[in-house]
């Protein structure tokens, strides 16, 4: 039962409950039951009713508009990632020309070598070319949305004093929505932020930080985000219905898509694991 359901029935029974107890004094009184009593009544249960139903539409407006305000700041803040993802897709295509053409080049004159009898020289250009094609294959992630949200909430942690380091191991494309994928992943990272703030604003001294892992293994998209935590209690608070937009999120989109979602919470870091199948023309 939903939030919105559970309170449309408390206000129904109370209004029940109430609408009973006024009955049964009418009726269990000893005097006789006067038209003005009646009237009275039927008028207390009239404006009760009108306060229950102006409360939950009141109730039901302000949940509205925060939904609109966050569903605002997620559209923006994937907007941003849309325009680092041109960036980095712009980015790629001239380092892309300039390692073809690098290449090219170091192709020709080794042709040239092999003319001229000098096949060490050209042996030396081949090996290169080769690895020039090799280091031209970034470190980081092929995938550009992935490599674009880790981007943009790199500069948020770095802004917030947060150190945020990454391992991304999944290929280029993974088969997943990359509105769902920029979404599940933006959130996992902002609630490990929401947590690290916390602690900086705890003790102004700590080094909070945060470290995303992502593979692809078996057919599984794998992705583990740890960050140091510093809650009072163990209580695994992203288990609980309702935490935050950030958890609404994470769940949505991984059981959306056939996944499960793991936490696990111990002294000094809050670890949150999340494993989804993958298409079976990606997983192949």
């Not at 390692?99 to 009898?117: F, M, P, T, Y």
């Not at 470190?139 to 391992?167: H, K, M, P, Y």
């Amino acid at each position: 039962m939903n939030r919105r359901t559970l309170i449309v029935v408390i206000f129904s029974v109370l209004f029940v409950l109430q609408a009973v107890l006024l009955l049964s004094w009418h009726f269990t009184s000893d005097k006789p039951v006067q038209a003005v009593d009646v009237a009275v009544s039927v008028l207390t249960l009239a404006l009760t009713a009108i306060i229950y139903i102006a409360s939950t539409r009141f109730y039901f407006a302000a949940i509205k508009r925060s939904t609109e305000a966050h569903v605002a700041r997620e559209g923006a803040k994937l907007e941003h990632s849309l325009e680092l993802y041109r960036s980095i897709a712009a980015r790629e295509e001239q380092l892309t020309r300039k390692v073809c053409s690098a290449i090219e080049n170091e192709l020709v004159l080794a042709q040239e070598d092999l003319a001229q009898g000098d096949v060490s020289k050209a042996d030396a250009r081949l090996q290169n070319s080769l690895n020039m094609a090799t280091e031209a294959i970034p470190s980081r992630c092929r995938n550009v949305t992935i490599a674009a949200v880790l981007e943009a909430e790199s500069r948020q942690c770095e802004n917030d004093g947060v150190r945020l380091t990454s391992e991304v191991a999944v290929p280029e494309e993974i088969g997943l929505p990359d509105i769902d994928m920029a979404a599940l992943l933006f959130s996992l990272i902002d609630r490990a932020l929401d947590e690290c703030r916390a602690q900086r604003e705890a003790d102004p001294s700590s080094n909070p930080s945060i470290a995303v892992r992502m593979l692809t293994n078996t057919g599984q998209l794998l992705i583990e985000v740890e960050n140091t935590y510093e809650g009072s209690d163990g209580t695994d608070r992203g288990s609980k219905d309702g935490y935050d937009w950030n958890d609404k999120v994470i769940e949505g989109f991984t059981k959306g898509h056939g996944g499960i979602v793991e936490h696990n919470i111990d002294d000094k870091t809050h670890r949150t694991s999340v494993m989804i199948p993958l298409p079976a023309a990606a997983a192949a």
